[in-house]
């Protein structure tokens, strides 16, 4: 009876049950059945919407209670992202490994009878904020076409002038609290801020080094700022590693010149500039620049260990070229050069020569050509798309007279008393007045009127006492004989500071009263206090003499710009060459004949070398160096009627140089050569040993000891320029295209020269 009654109770318990429900419902369970409900699942951590740093723990946790079982834990439940899949399991876990981006959490509970419960939470996981009181970041990609292979530890331009962009309203007004992060955002890149304006027209321009840039897919870096108690984040020399040399930017302006370490190295190596620019307000491809003359501006840069570079080397530049600039033609002003042939030789590949403004023939580096004499007459302009030298083969051959020497007062002394003189007025504007005077001021030629593009010689004249001064009330170009036959020589004009060397006989003419003249030789003698005037004359007497180069090397020093001098008398044949002032001193000679022997004077060097047109050397000399203001002499010495070097060779000095050498003619008396050096815009040079130079007409040069490639560049527009020398080839590069290649080889020349921005080349 206790078991029936047992279920009649239980059965009673049942009805009871359905009649609250509504009896008569068929929607109900027979004896021992339930209702299984699925999990209720929340996600306690993180929070909807969080945004998480990347590589950080997150941690996840939840619940999930079921009406049967309870809290279920351990396997029942399964985090998944809809990202990375299932990241976890159980009411807790950590995680650092969530990859970038937005992530939908979903948290599955499963209870024992398969019912399953979901709740889902958004979360960001970004990259790392470098820090909480940086407000702003930008992400910055630079696309992996623009390397052409794979850089390390690179300076990458970063320019922004969006004037809408968010930086320029919450940087701080100087741009101090800029920084720049890896693509982790927390790992600071070394940055260097060249300009920063956030007013007016915006805009930011920065390098930053890039750790890695590749060339398969693309860098992202960060830009932080939104910092208003940040200090300057910049790290100027973290950007140029050890491999600069020097970097300047050129955007630092003052009004003068001779403003001392005003252009700074970014560079450890401290490699500043002082200021010698007249120009200011100048404005450069990244923001502000430099404009120079091609006279008389520069930058000098010292001569620091750290810019003698032996082996590779790169050298690169923004430059526009002017539409108009200095003028490298050479002149045919003797009517003797007139009828002889002219050989030329070039300093770079490409070179297009022109006789007359038409094209004539095209030479590479060390090659030379003949211009023959039936294509010139007296006055006919030589030019070149590149540099060049050239010289007469009559006997008393010369260079031509290049544009720069021209001047409106000249003065030697007469030398072998009877003088022919010749004058051409190329430039203008309009008619020259020239007139010839002797020492005591009595008129020996003229007043002569010379239309603009007219030459015109002096036949003979005898001064009596060896002196004649030329006047000018325009430019002209002037070039001398002592006879119809031998010792021809181009006149420069007046100057202070002349150097050449002793032959036989140096002869010197004064244009001015009270000219105190200092004398110094090579072989450390010196004259010092001599006093002239005006139609004086006189010969220096100080140091050795000799024929064939062996003389002392020469410096004259005057008070005021008032002299003139040769040497002469170097025993066989037409000996005269005149001397130049330090200006005109050169590092590279290209030598356009044979010659019997090279003779130099250097200001403050020791060692010269000549190299054939492969980079081979030929020869070289050293002497003792004698400090300023002697000269230093060097003798490349040969033999009377043997060819020392051929045509083509290049002489590179480690100082500044005079030059002249005596062309070789078997059996035959032939004049010693004056040597002009190359005269192109210095964008970049340190004297022989390397440089970029600039030629007027858009051509681009790049020279390593001496020997130099070229490339073409537009006018009054920006180009990219790089120069790179590996040791056994050198390249130009204009706006990234390699443009010109030359096989070259050995190490660069170490020469004692200042590196300089912006001056001529100091080659001539």
């Known amino acids: 009876m206790k078991h029936i009654s047992a279920n009649i109770r239980n059965l009673f318990a049942i009805f009871f049950c359905l009649a609250l429900l509504g009896c008569g419902s068929s929607n109900w369970s027979v004896p021992g059945s339930s209702v299984n409900s699925p999990p209720v699942v929340v996600i306690t951590g993180p929070l909807d919407g969080s945004i998480l740093d990347e590589g950080t723990v997150i941690t996840f946790t939840g619940t999930a209670q079921d009406a049967d079982e309870g809290a279920l834990s351990g396997a029942f439940l399964v985090w998944t992202s809809d990202i990375n899949g299932q990241i976890g399991t ?105 300009y920063y304006q956030s007013t007016g027209t915006e805009e930011l321009d920065a390098w930053v080094r890039i750790a890695n840039l590749s060339s398969t ?145 095209t030479l590479n580096a060390g090659q030379t050509g003949t211009i023959g004499s039936s294509d010139i007459s007296q006055g006919s302009e030589i030019g070149g798309t590149g540099p060049f030298a050239l010289a007469s083969r009559s006997t008393i051959g010369d260079e031509m007279v290049p544009a720069t020497f021209a001047g409106i007062e000249f003065v030697y002394d007469a030398g072998r008393s009877v003088q022919y003189l010749y004058f051409c007025n190329p430039f203008g504007p309009g008619n020259a007045d020239i007139t010839v005077y002797n020492s005591a001021g009595g008129i020996l030629w003229g007043p002569e009127i010379l239309a603009q593009g007219d030459c015109t010689s002096t036949g003979a004249l005898n001064p009596g006492d060896d002196y004649y001064r030329v006047l000018s009330d325009i430019p002209i170009l002037g070039q001398a004989d002592n006879s119809t036959t031998i010792d021809g020589y181009v006149m420069y004009p007046i100057a202070d500071d002349l150097w050449g060397i002793r032959s036989n006989g140096v002869y010197a003419g004064v244009a001015k009263d009270s000219t105190t003249v200092d004398m110094y030789a090579s072989d450390g003698s010196s004259l010092t206090g001599n006093i002239y005037n005006q139609g004086d004359s006189f010969i220096v007497n100080i140091g050795s003499s000799g024929s064939d180069g062996v003389g002392s090397a020469i410096h004259l020093n005057a008070s005021q710009s008032a002299l003139g001098a040769i040497q002469q008398a170097d025993s066989d044949g037409g000996e005269s060459t005149t001397f130049l002032p330090n200006s005109e001193l050169s590092y590279v000679f290209a030598v356009p004949q044979p010659s019997e022997y090279i003779a130099l004077a250097l200001n403050e060097g020791s060692k010269c070398v000549v190299y054939d047109s492969a980079g081979n050397i030929l020869d070289q000399e050293t002497t003792t160096q004698q400090t300023y203001p002697y000269p230093s002499k060097i003798l490349f010495a040969g033999a009377d009627y043997v060819q020392k070097f051929p045509a083509g060779v290049f002489v590179v000095c480690d100082a500044p140089a005079y030059a002249y050498y005596e062309r070789i003619d078997t059996g035959l008396d032939t004049d010693e050569v004056n040597l002009w050096g190359l005269r192109d815009l210095g964008i970049v040079s340190k004297g022989g040993a390397y440089a970029l130079t600039y030629s007027p007409g858009g051509k681009v040069n790049g020279f390593v000891n001496g020997i130099g490639i070229s490339a073409d560049v537009s006018l009054d527009v920006w180009s990219h320029l790089v120069l790179t020398y590996n040791g056994s080839e050198q390249k130009i590069y204009v706006d990234g295209v390699p443009i010109a290649t030359r096989n070259l080889s050995g190490l660069i020349l170490d020469v004692t020269t200042n590196l300089e921005i912006g001056r001529f080349a100091n080659w001539y």
């Open 90 to 194: 159980g009411t807790t876990f950590d995680i650092t490994t969530l990859s970038r981006g937005v992530h939908v959490i979903t948290l599955t509970a499963t209870d024992a009878s398969g019912e399953s419960g979901t709740a889902s939470i958004t979360i960001t996981i970004r990259i790392p904020w470098f820090g909480a009181q940086w407000g702003f970041r930008q992400q910055i990609t630079i696309s992996a076409s623009m390397a052409p292979s794979d850089q390390t530890d690179f300076p990458a331009f970063v320019k922004i002038t969006d004037q809408l962009n968010p930086l320029f309203d919450n940087a701080q007004a100087d741009g101090d609290d800029i920084l720049f992060t890896a693509d982790d955002g927390v790992s600071k890149l070394d940055h260097e801020v060249e």
């Open 217 to 361: 897919s693309d860098t992202v870096i960060y830009m932080y700022y939104g910092n208003s108690g940040a200090l300057n984040q910049e790290n100027v020399n973290g950007v140029w590693d050890a491999g600069f040399a020097g970097v300047w930017h050129l955007k630092e302006e003052q009004a003068g010149t001779g403003n001392l370490g005003l252009y700074r190295d970014s560079t450890t190596n401290n490699n500043h500039g002082d200021d010698y620019v007249s120009a200011t307000g100048q404005d450069g491809q990244i923001n502000s620049g430099q404009e120079f003359d091609g006279v008389s501006d520069y930058v000098d840069f010292g001569n620091d260990a750290s810019l003698d570079i032996t082996g590779g080397i790169t050298i690169e530049a923004w430059v526009k070229p002017a539409l108009s600039g200095f003028d490298r033609a050479r002149y045919v002003i003797d009517s003797v050069h007139a009828s002889s042939d002219i050989d030329v030789v070039s300093y770079v590949d490409n070179n297009v020569i022109s006789v007359d403004g038409s094209p004539y023939i």
